[in-house]
Structures are given as C-alpha cells and as structure tokens.
C-alpha cells in the first residue's frame, strides 16, 4: 500500500468536498449536499483506519511532502519548510478522533439542518473546518500546524456566526475571531524563537537539536517558548483568560458546538503542548504556568457552570472546564493522561452536545432547561444516551471519565510537576461538575414536565416554521451517533486504567495502553523530566485514596443535586436567596467580560477614535481634501497673471524695471 498517498488522501478529501458543495452544488438537492459532505470525512475516517491500526501501530511514522513550500536565505544557508505531514501514535489519535466524530456529526447534521435553506453553506465550512484540523495536527512542522490552526480560527468564524442576520451571533464569531488572534500572537512569538534558536520549524529536527547542552545554555529563551505556547493554549483550547469566546459560541447550529467544542478545535493546544512536550520539560516554570492556569480555568468555569440556565451554555462552561484538566494533566507531566481525557472527552461531550441539540430540535429551539423535565419518557433514547454522557462526564466508576480524570488528578498530586494544590484546585471542579451536570440532566429528562406550549410557536429567525405537533424522539440519523458514542463514552476510558486497578484485576503490564502507545513520542520528555526531577512519587494507596475521595465527591454533589431539584427549578431558587449577591455575580460569569469592556476593550476604543480623527481625519484627509485645494489656489493665481492682455504684460515689465532700478540705486 501506498501510506504517502493515503496520508495525502485524508487531508485533501475533505478539501475536496468542501469545494464541491461550496461551488459546484450550490442548487444540488439537500440529500446530495449532505452525502457529499459526510463522505468527504467518513472516506478520510477509513483511510486513518488503516493507516493507524497498520503501520503506525507497528511503530512507523509515516511522512509525505506535497511540495516545497517556503525557501528563504538564513544564517548563511537557507530556511527550508516544505508542507509536509506526518503520521505517528499521537497525531494517529487525533486523526480517528476528528474523521470518526467528525463523521457522526456530520451525519447528525444533515437531520438537524433539514430546515435549514442553503445547507451547502454549512456542509462547505464544515468541511473545510475538518481540513483545516488535519493540517493542524498532521503537519511536520510548525508552520503546517499554524495554518490550520488559522483554518480552524476562520471555519469558527463562520460556523459560530452561521446565522449571521441575528446580530447576537456575528458579535459571537467576531469574539472568538478576535480572542484566538490574540492567543495566535504567542503561537507566532514561539515559531520566530524557535526558527532563531534551532533553525528550523520540522518537529523531530528541533527535538534532535535540542540537546541537554543546549537547553541549559538557553533556559530564558525555552521558557520564553513554553510561555508563548501557552498563550497560544489559551486561546484555542479557552482557558483563562482568553476562555471569554468559548461559551459565546453557543450561537452556532449545535452540530458546530459538538464539533469546535467537543471533538475538535478546543483540543489543538493540548495537542500542540504533547507535540512539543519534549521541550516544554526542559522550563519547570513553564510547566508550572500551564498546571496552574489548567486547574484555575477547571475551577472557574466549573463554578459558572452551577447556575446556567441555557442547556448549551451548562455544556460550553463544562467544556471550558474539562479543558483545564486536560492542560493541568499536561503541565504536571502527565501528557498521556491529558491526551486520554482528549480523547474520552470527545466521546463524552460530543454525545452530551447532540443529546442537547437533540432535545433543543424536538422542543422547537427552546432551550431553557427550567422549561423542561420528564423528556425520558418522550425521547428514550436521547434521554438515556445523555444519563450515559453524564454519568462519564462526572466520572462514575467505569466510564470513560472516571480513568482519564482521576488519572488526571493523581498526576496533580503526585507528578513530577505536581502539587497537592493543583490535585485540591482539580477535585473541587470535578465536584462542580458532578452538581451541574447531574442538575442539569435531572432538570431536563427527570421530574414533572414543565413544558410550556408557547414554545410550539417560537421562530428563532432560522428559518424555521413548527406547527403545534407532540414532542418525540428524533429520526434514526440523529439517535445513531449518540448511541454510538454512548458505547465509547463507556469504554473510551478503559486504555488509561489506573495501576491500583490494573493490580487489583490481575493486569501485570508494566504500563496502561495509552502510557504504551504514547511511550515514542513522549520518550523524550519522560528522560529529561527523570534525568532533572527522578521518578514521579506516588504509591497504590495514595492512588486508591484519591480515587475514593473523588468518587465519594461525586456520589455526594449528585445525591444532592437530585435532592436539591427533586421538585424542580424552584429547590435551587432558595440556595439562590441565601447567597443573594454572590449567586448574582456567579450567574453574570464573574463579570469578566465586564471587566475586560472596561479595562482592555473601551481604551483601546479610545485609542482607535483617538487614531480616526487625528491620523485619518485631519491627517490622511486633510493631505486628500486640503492638497487639490493649494493646487487649484496655486494655477487659479498663475492663470490670472497669464491673461492674454499685452497691457498687462506692460505694466509687469514696467513694475519689474522700476523694482530693479529701485534695488540698484538703494
């Protein structure tokens, strides 16, 4: 087989598709747009199949170069980055998880956008947004991944602001297209340095040339890298404090929050920090940076999360918070266990997503979940598959979450960057997470059913016309992803068992299967971390007495939220009066945008004005309006002095010979 070519294949397909329905299928029946786009991401999704499960897990990287792209003369020689890709165990993950999630959304979105018009629109960015993704982590070097991690910036752009008419959601493309610019600045910052330190931007020629030697010679320069990546992180994978686009994001069709939010975008920086693992290790300082702005964001968006009342926007704090874990994992080590809860994540969240959107599709766009409840009954299997989503979410023992989290948070407490402070941070956001989310899910399935008939009658400007008709479940196109993914949301987990776990079944390999699989790509990091720090300390019974604090946590926060919303919405409202104005300030998200209006967004306002009346009013303006003025002044005097008139000219030879005879005599 040819793997160069099927390498090409996966990044090229989706681009293919995206050009057919945005150009030549533009008045092409829906079910020929929506074919078209779900197979430009199922073929690729084959295609990763045989590529990882083949030669990839036999421990083959596997590289192509599609042309020599960028040839610049450079310290004496030349800087060459040709755009290439490559495959190995860590890019491999991301792959099946953006073409096989990515597939089922698709699939999803073809039902859910049924009364859309233009669909091919959505299909088009759709697929361009998966091509986008690919290059990001199948690129070679840096300069690949940046231009994806461009592309995916734009694809959100347009899919957050896909209902452009409504004022609200252009505002929230425009956010999230201007928050990750200003994490893209770090990403930038830390390519120029890397290119000055290391000469090149190819990942496996910086990890050769970044000896030990080198590293000490340059410590500033590596933290100053490892900190620009992280500004880069904060932006695409929303942690503080350039999180504020993320849950504003909301505004999009809920197959593009599943996809940006769960399965996809917001993990590019996990990525990128395991990518470049082998020199983030090298700035203990850096590392500590990353695990305590990870745990702060896991906390904070955590508590947001407690009082939403809007289903996606529960979900999008969740997911802001699940990040936090993902990036405190990288930061304390751990990266096989962030990239784990990468991957449980987008089983998780993405069936918790479409069970939203599922739920938000039969209640005719209503999404107010005090407007809910008893939704079980009528839609079986969203309601069950969504217990399945939270139940791994809260991490429940034996689901998905349960492994990658507590993984997650022994690694806190016990890595070779970690802190019982970071593990304290991280355990009080996973009992957050088990009271919204268990709330949420009760408010929604559960209870006495507080459905209002008003919303039958509800035209969110979509386009849409809905009759009064009985809510139901949703066609099979929209039920089979989520069952698909409640299956791996169950057993997605299972390849980072812990090792009090793996003991105690009788499981005597040395290490769980996501440690193995990593092993190559994080063998680098793990040497240099061993080298200057030793072994990370920890033991079975720290492992079994974490693990049993975080599941008592989550079986107490969940008991009472059950007991807390048993009656519905109002059981919260009297919490609610108690704390009065904290309860206030936690449901206006802490007012950090409020903040960031007054101190960041109103003086640059200032400055911009400042710039619009003085430089290009009065500067530019003036040079344009005021210079044809002075000319025409200039000819209209010259043209009265040449009237044609010969007594004219007599009288300015006369004045002239009388002011030469004046100058002489005087």
């Known amino acids: 087989m040819n793997y160069q070519a099927m390498l090409a294949a996966v990044l090229l397909i989706p681009l293919l598709g995206a050009l057919l329905n945005g150009f030549f299928l533009r008045r092409a029946p829906r079910l020929v747009t929506v074919t078209v786009g779900t197979l430009a991401i199922a073929v690729p999704f084959v295609l990763s199949c045989l590529l990882v499960f083949g030669p990839v897990s036999a421990g083959e990287v596997i590289r192509t170069e599609l042309f020599s792209w960028i040839s610049v003369p450079f310290n004496e020689g030349r800087l060459e980055v040709p755009f290439g890709l490559s495959v190995d165990r860590l890019s491999g993950i991301l792959l099946l998880i953006i073409t096989g999630v990515g597939s089922l959304i698709h699939l999803y979105a073809g039902e859910y956008m049924s009364h859309e018009e233009g669909v091919y629109r959505f299909f088009a960015y759709l697929n361009l947004f998966v091509f986008s993704m690919l290059s990001l982590v199948l690129g070679s070097n840096m300069v690949v991944t940046f231009l994806g991690w461009e592309g995916v910036g734009v694809c959100s752009y347009l899919l957050i602001g896909y209902w452009y008419s409504d004022e609200a959601n252009a505002r929230a493309g425009m956010k999230a297209f201007v928050a990750n610019r200003v994490g893209d600045l770090g990403f930038l910052l830390a390519m120029f340095m890397s290119v000055k330190l290391f000469g090149t931007l190819d990942y496996s020629r910086i990890a050769e040339a970044l000896t030990n030697e080198l590293a000490a010679a340059n410590a500033p320069l590596l933290t100053a890298i490892g900190l620009c990546l992280l500004l880069g992180v904060t932006g695409k994978s929303a942690q503080l404090p350039l999180y504020i686009w993320l849950p504003d994001a909301m505004a999009g069709p809920t197959p593009v929050s599943?996809?940006?939010?769960?399965?996809?975008?917001?993990?590019?920086?996990?990525?990128?920090?395991?990518?470049?693992?082998?020199?983030?290790?090298?700035?203990?300082?850096?590392?500590?940076?990353?695990?305590?702005?990870?745990?702060?964001?896991?906390?904070?968006?955590?508590?947001?999360?407690?009082?939403?009342?809007?289903?996606?926007?529960?979900?999008?704090?969740?997911?802001?918070s699940q990040l936090g874990f993902m990036v405190l994992g990288c930061g304390v080590g751990a990266f096989q266990f962030g990239v784990a809860h990468l991957m449980t994540h987008a089983f998780f969240k993405a069936l918790l997503f479409l069970g939203a959107g599922s739920v938000i599709h039969a209640m005719h766009h209503e999404q107010d979940i005090r407007k809910m409840g008893g939704l079980i009954k009528k839609m079986p299997i969203t309601g069950w598959t969504f217990v399945i989503g939270t139940l791994a979410i809260i991490g429940f023992p034996g689901l998905s979450g349960f492994f990658s989290k507590d993984e997650i948070l022994y690694y806190a407490w016990s890595g070779t960057f970690g802190h019982p402070l970071l593990w304290v941070l991280g355990a009080l956001a996973a009992a957050c997470t088990s009271f919204y989310m268990v709330r949420l899910t009760y408010l929604v399935f559960f209870g006495e059913s507080r459905v209002e008939h008003a919303h039958h009658h509800h035209d969110h400007g979509h386009g849409h016309d809905h009759h009064h008709h009985e809510i139901h479940e949703n066609p099979l196109a929209m039920t089979l992803p989520l069952m698909i993914l409640a299956v791996f949301s169950i057993i997605g987990g299972y390849v980072s068992m812990p090792h009090a776990i793996m003991h105690m079944l009788g499981i005597h390999a040395g290490e769980n299967l996501i440690t193995q699989w990593l092993a190559p790509v994080l063998e680098k990091a793990k040497v240099v971390m061993t080298a200057a720090h030793g072994e990370a300390h920890g033991s079975a019974a720290l492992e079994w007495g974490l693990m049993g604090t975080s599941t008592l946590v989550m079986l107490i926060m969940s008991g009472f939220a059950i007991a807390l919303y048993k009656a519905g919405p109002k059981g919260g409202e009297s919490i609610a009066k108690a704390v009065g104005g904290l309860y206030r300030l936690i449901l206006d998200k802490w007012r950090v945008d409020e903040l960031y209006q007054a101190v960041i967004i109103e003086p640059l306002k200032k400055v911009g004005d400042g710039f619009f009346k003085f430089g290009d009013r009065a500067l530019i303006e003036g040079i344009i309006n005021e210079g044809p003025r002075g000319i025409y002044l200039v000819t209209s005097v010259l043209s009265d002095i040449q009237s044609g008139l010969v007594r004219n000219y007599l009288k300015v030879v006369f004045v002239g010979i009388l002011a030469l005879c004046v100058w002489i005599f005087i």
Do not use: E, W
Request: glycine share 4%.
């Open 258 to 320: 599943a996809l940006i939010h769960a399965a996809t975008m917001v993990t590019s920086g996990i990525y990128l920090m395991t990518r470049m693992s082998f020199l983030l290790v090298h700035s203990p300082a850096a590392m500590t940076t990353i695990a305590v702005i990870g745990a702060c964001t896991a906390l904070f968006a955590a508590t947001i999360g407690l009082v939403q009342n809007d289903i996606k926007k529960v979900l999008a704090y969740s997911t802001v």
